[in-house]
T-cell receptor, first 112, second 115 residues
Framework: DQQVKQNSPSLSVQEGRISILNCDYT??????FLWYKKYPAEGPTFLIS?????DKNEDGRFTVFLNKSAKHLSLHIVPSQPGDSAVYFC???????????FGKGTRLSVIA | GAVVSQHPSWVICKSGTSVKIECRSL??????MFWYRQFPKQSLMLMAT?????????EQGVEKDKFLINHASLTLSTLTVTSAHPEDSSFYIC???????????FGDGTRLSIL
């Protein structure tokens, strides 16, 4: 039973446009959500997080939106750059330092 | 930012060999470290949680005698794959966390290939 789902395995976006990566979760106990970016043969790099008391968190070109009632979060990257091409993992936990539950990832390709 | 170093990055060895992977937090003290495994095109799967000075907590289905975890200090955790076999070939990644509600920071992973 997958508690964190990223239903799009891949996404292609043109450079300069907005990339929207989606993530759904089933466990209502989750209260801390993160997005990680991963290049091949490297570990995931933390991008941005959001706690359940907020519905939006912004950091530069990256914004994460959380819709608790729909158990849905999304990562917006604008403007998208070729260097953003990577696999993006959504992760969740039910408190700050418990193990994360990861989605399967979405491969983003930003085309110049 | 927080840096986690994982070593070695790539190991190729014969079946039956034991392999030790190190995970170090370089610029912070890690109260908790996690070990994950990733198969191709799959998500990161948690193997175990390790707190400094105590026994690791293993996820269901992970053999604790096969995957030995030691977290002897606040900056170092090791994973030893004992008597490795080809089915243990995978990408192993560690992460570390300094305190509550801080993001986990990951090492670059170790690709283990057992011949």
């Amino acid at each position: 039973d997958q508690q964190v789902k990223q239903n799009s395995p891949s996404l292609s976006v043109q450079e300069g446009r907005i990339s929207i990566l989606n993530c759904d979760y089933t466990n209502s106990m989750f209260d801390y959500f993160l997005w990680y970016k991963k290049y091949p043969a490297e570990g995931p790099t933390f991008l941005i997080s959001i706690s359940s008391i907020k519905d939006k968190n912004e950091d530069g070109r990256f914004t994460v939106f959380l819709n608790k009632s729909a158990k849905h979060l999304s990562l917006h990257i604008v403007p998208s750059q070729p260097g953003d091409s990577a696999v993006y993992f959504c992760a969740a936990s039910d408190s700050g330092n418990t193990p994360l539950v990861f989605g399967k990832g979405t491969r983003l390709s930003v085309i110049a | 930012g927080a840096v986690v170093s994982q070593h070695p990055s790539w190991v190729i060895c014969k079946s039956g060999t034991s392999v030790k992977i190190e995970c170090r937090s370089l610029d912070f003290q890690a109260t908790t470290m996690f070990w994950y495994r990733q198969f191709p095109k799959q998500s990161l799967m948690l193997m175990a949680t390790s707190n400094e000075g105590s026994k690791a907590t293993y996820e269901q289905g992970v053999e604790k005698d096969k995957f030995l975890i030691n977290h002897a200090s606040l900056t170092l955790s090791t994973l030893t794959v004992t008597s490795a076999h080809p089915e243990d070939s995978s990408f192993y990644i560690c992460s570390a966390i300094s305190s509550y509600n801080q993001p986990q920071h990951f090492g670059d992973g170790t690709r283990l290939s057992i011949l």
